[in-house]
């Protein structure tokens, strides 16, 4: 398997870019309607309506268990998208969740501020508009990146490639891009990366599920999940009763992927921590 991962600004034609490399190389492209999609086929879609790259509010941070399910869901779909083999991703963290396999690249696709307006105003923006929108676009994604991985979006560091589009055609970037993707270096992959995407989606999904029943906050019902292996699940924490240990079970029990569980929950009544 190869992935190729895209983090763009708007107003460089990243997307675009992306696009037409997808199309070279013969591969599926996922983008944010894509990854939605398929978020609808597994029954999360409106777990991950507007957590497109936008970090939640403090107050929904401090006050709701959404973002924190949101999230692991849409890695899940992410993960589950790149079992099924070539791919290039757009956004929603891509290049951060597979950055761990040897056999992803990772693109990142930036210009001036100037450039960037200009590109807008050519689709047909106002000048001040425009503007206005990258600065917004900018901070709704960085933010999302920081408060999703826990990193600077614009750290290098973070990419294989840093294409700047302010002398660049899309051709010639598209071009760079695919004599990269081509080489024998990028392409060379672990033969573990298909029962580690299996692991890491089977983790999200069921961090999730815990999430949503009640499982992972608070001082009693603290559940935690380990995938040792696909389709392998241990379960941890501590629960007040044996109907919340078994309830526990149950929740991950459902799971798509799911063969076993080893059930370690221990059972600590509520008066105990009174």
């Not at 890695?75 to 791919?87: F, K, M, Q, T």
């Not at 010639?172 to 573990?192: F, G, M, Q, Y």
């Not at 292996?229 to 109907?243: I, S």
């Amino acid at each position: 398997m190869h992935f190729i991962t895209f983090s763009r600004k708007m107003g460089t034609n990243g997307s675009e870019i992306a696009r037409k490399v997808s199309e070279k190389m013969g591969y599926k492209f996922y983008d944010t309607e894509a990854i939605d999609r398929a978020a609808k086929e597994m029954g999360f879609l409106e777990s991950v309506k507007g957590g497109d790259e936008k970090a939640p509010s403090l107050f929904q941070r401090l006050f709701s268990h959404k973002p924190a399910i949101a999230l692991d869901r849409i890695n899940s779909v992410i993960y589950e998208l790149a079992e099924r083999g070539d791919a290039v991703f757009l956004g929603r963290g891509s290049h951060i969740l597979l950055r761990s396999f040897e056999c992803a690249l990772q693109i990142r696709v930036t210009a001036s501020v100037e450039k960037r307006v200009q590109n807008l105003v050519a689709r047909g923006f106002q000048r001040d508009a425009a503007a206005r929108a990258i600065e917004r676009s900018d901070h709704e994604r960085g933010a999302f990146i920081k408060f999703a991985f826990g990193v600077n979006w614009e750290n290098s560091e973070l990419y294989d490639m840093v294409l700047n589009m302010d002398k660049m055609s899309v051709d010639l970037a598209v071009s760079t891009i695919l004599n990269a993707a081509r080489s024998e270096e990028i392409k060379a992959c672990s033969v573990d990366a298909l029962r580690s995407l299996e692991i890491m989606g089977l983790s999200s999904r069921a961090e999730a599920a815990l999430i949503e029943a009640g499982f992972t906050y608070g001082p009693i019902n603290s559940v935690s999940v380990t995938v040792v292996a696909p389709g392998k699940v241990q379960l941890g924490g501590m629960v007040e009763d044996a109907a919340g240990k078994a309830m526990a079970e149950k929740v991950v029990k459902g799971l798509k992927g799911v063969v076993s569980i080893e059930n370690q929950i221990r059972v600590t009544p509520a008066d105990r921590h009174a």
